[in-house]
């Protein structure tokens, strides 16, 4: 008979050892703990702090100590506030922004409730007394701060104690001020759309109009209201979400003037047509506005300046790509204070490397050039020409930072002995290297670029006897080539009783997520390990389309999105199978979300070696995910309808071999629901079965303790009660 089986997977009993050392990393226990990070004050040779939630103090970077306190709550006479959550000091640091009462907003975003403390009055008085408020930014003169609240930006100023609207049309589901819509912020990882004239006098902000844009409605099963109360009828909550080929929110750019009350529009080239825009900023000259402008299908970024009095707008850089353009790389780009330049990121020779510009566009020099790419840039000392970066160079699985001179000579300035993540004061004479590595987990040093003396802010060494005392195994990092002479990266985790004369079953995670790198020599302890002591060797490997290998290596999953990565990992099991401790015939498959589409489309590959897959919110087809993300790499489905098609899981399905197992939060709103639902209905015309287990009312982010113990117990018991993984 044909029929597709759905099972709600029942809880069985798991050894103590896994489930105590699962529920220690899934609760945070094995947590790194992070310092409160040291801001550079402008002078460079002090930086302030926050100290128990209650004070900002300054300290002397030579020597550590104390030597003023910027503001403390107790020592006003009375104070609306008994805590805060962090600060922001004005350029000329004489204000200090604190604020509290932090809600979530969105993915990268957050509401409070904002106060000013004037440093020399003594003094502390809220932002405003509407709202919560959102991404307040002080002007450079320190006399303004605009903020985002209720989809409208504000502007505050100082001097007068006054506030004012710079617009007035935001409006849910239609127009927004200033701050991105969903799809764009979960596609551009930033928040903040509003930018300062460096005189003050002006402020950018990007519109977007979200009018046309379909919406995505999923239910809500229980009452957020009574818990205890059944809930007769579901609630339904809507999000504007455009999937690939149906409309985007339509973007200007505009300028309000402080002066004149006004906002302009500018004129960007081909406004008609569908684009993005990943950043705006203002240059060092007050009336030039730089705007990087990403066509739809994510392969031509333009370099806009445009001229915020007289709207008219410029082309300097134009970045063409067969494929795509990364988009990551304007978050770089810095405009020199003469105004005669800029410093920006280009992966125009194959590999991501800065390059110095002249203010038409025309590149100055390359200023940095090799087979591995720049990871970060920390930042340009224009007094004596050093450029501070991170990069790969080391190895494609560790982190190291460099400083570049003038003349080309590059000094590192860390050891290549691990991941080494650095952060500089205003003058480039100190630093926090942020370090870890497979055995050592995060510690924090204060260091002197002058004589490289060290000063220990902190470290983490404590998780290394709680890691021995759970018996939690590590990872080892390994590589092989390909059949086709790829090289690629992985690590492995043996159970801690690891015998080499037994055969261990397999279980492959699919973490390949686009530019993003799984495998790097940094400490790490996850879910994973705890699963390697169940007796199984567990295994992940860098795909290519990941991070940090260069344009050629994370974009030749340009058109074919989750195929080419199946048959890496299809790739990785057959080099494992090599080994004489592996049993060739257990080998299972585990992908969340994008890794999703990894694993179903491994599963339907012919002569695969899974036997078992558990795929959690999986992305089954990628015209069903958001515009941005999909037309990304298969390009706008109205145009490459046949690349969507052969990219599909589902139009798979039938094809499948092996146990599956579907876990799906219903409340997810961009790995939706649907893509677990559309898979199964086209598995109702075959015989085909796969397990599925419906979270309700949650996402993967959102899941309370209870239920995330419960979704990895299940994942446990499936891999165990699967006749092809059973020990």
Known sequence: MKRILFSCVLTLCISF?????????????????????????????????????????????????????????????KSPIQSFDGYEMSPDELKILVYTNVKPQSKCGFTANYYIYDI?????????????????????????????????????????????????????????????????????????????????????????????????????????????????YPTFKKIKYPKPGQNNSKLSVCVYDEF???????????????????????????????????NRNQNVLDLVIANSRSTLCNIILKQEDKRYVDYRMVEATRFLADNQGF??????????????????????????KGNWDVTALYGYDEEKK??????????????????????????????????????????????????????????????????????????NDSLIQKVKALSIPKKE??????????????????????????????????????????????????????????????????????????????????GKAGTLEAKDMAEAAKFITSKSFVDADK??????????????????????????????NPITDLRLYNSVFAERYLQNAKENFKGYEQTSAILKADKTQGKILFIHCIAEPNEQVQHSMQYLNKLQSTNKEVDLQLIVDKTLESMDSTSRHRMYDQIINYLNKTNSITK
């Open 587 to 616: 080998m299972a498959l585990i992908g969340f979300k994008y890794g999703g589409l990894i694993a179903l489309s491994a599963m339907s590959s012919p002569e695969h070696p899974f036997k078992t897959a558990i795929v959690v």
């Open 343 to 368: 410093i920006a990121l280009s992966d125009q020779d194959g590999y991501r490397h800065s390059y110095q510009y002249d203010m038409t566009g025309m590149m100055v020099k390359q200023l940095t």
């Open 260 to 294: 004149y009350k006004s906002v302009k529009t500018m004129k960007l080239p081909d406004a008609d047509r569908d684009f993005y825009i990943p950043r705006i900023l203002f240059t060092n000259s007050p009336d030039q506005l730089a705007i990087y402008k990403l």
């Open 17 to 77: 050892t896994f489930a105590t050392s699962l529920y220690d990393i899934l609760d945070g226990k094995l947590k790194i703990n992070t310092i409160v990070m040291p801001k550079s004050m402008a002078d460079g040779e002090n930086y302030s702090l926050m100290v128990k939630n209650n004070a900002v103090l300054k300290y002397s970077y030579k020597t550590g100590k104390m030597v003023d306190t910027l503001f403390a709550i107790k020592r006003l006479k």
């Open 386 to 459: 050093n450029l501070y970066f991170q990069s790969t160079e080391t190895s494609a699985t560790q982190r190291d930072a460099f400083m570049v001179d003038k003349k080309g000579k590059k000094t590192r300035l860390t050891d290549g002995k691990g991941t080494h993540q650095l952060s500089f004061n205003a003058n480039f004479t100190y630093y926090v290297d942020q370090f870890s590595n497979l055995e050592k987990p995060a510690s924090f040093s204060l260091k002197s670029a002058a004589n490289n003396t060290t000063r220990e802010l902190g470290n």
């Open 120 to 232: 020399r009055q003594e003094t502390l008085e809220a932002l405003s007394e509407a709202d919560p408020q959102e991404l307040p930014l002080f002007s450079p003169n320190s006399r303004y701060i605009a903020f985002s609240r209720n989809n409208n930006l504000f502007l505050y100023k100082l001097d007068f104690h006054t506030e004012i609207a710079i617009t007035t049309d935001g409006l849910a589901g239609s127009i927004i001020n200033g701050t991105p819509d969903w799809v764009q912020e979960q596609a551009f990882k930033t928040r903040r759309y509003f930018t300062w004239s460096a005189d003050s006098k002006q402020l950018a902000f990007v519109k977007f109009n979200e009018t046309d844009v379909p919406e995505y409605t999923y239910p809500i099963y229980n009452s957020e209201v009574d818990k205890n109360e059944m809930s007769l």
């Open 477 to 558: 990092l390994f590589s092989f080539n390909t059949s086709d002479n790829v090289k690629l990266n992985g690590w492995m985790i043996k159970p801690s009783n690891f015998e080499a004369t037994k055969k261990y079953p397999v279980v492959f995670v699919a973490n390949c997520t686009t530019e993003h790198q799984n495998v790097l020599d940094s400490w790490s302890y996850g879910w994973e390990n705890a699963l390697a002591n169940e007796g199984y060797v567990v295994v992940s490997v860098d795909t290519r389309g990941t991070d940090g290998r260069g344009a050629e290596f994370r974009k030749s999953i340009h």
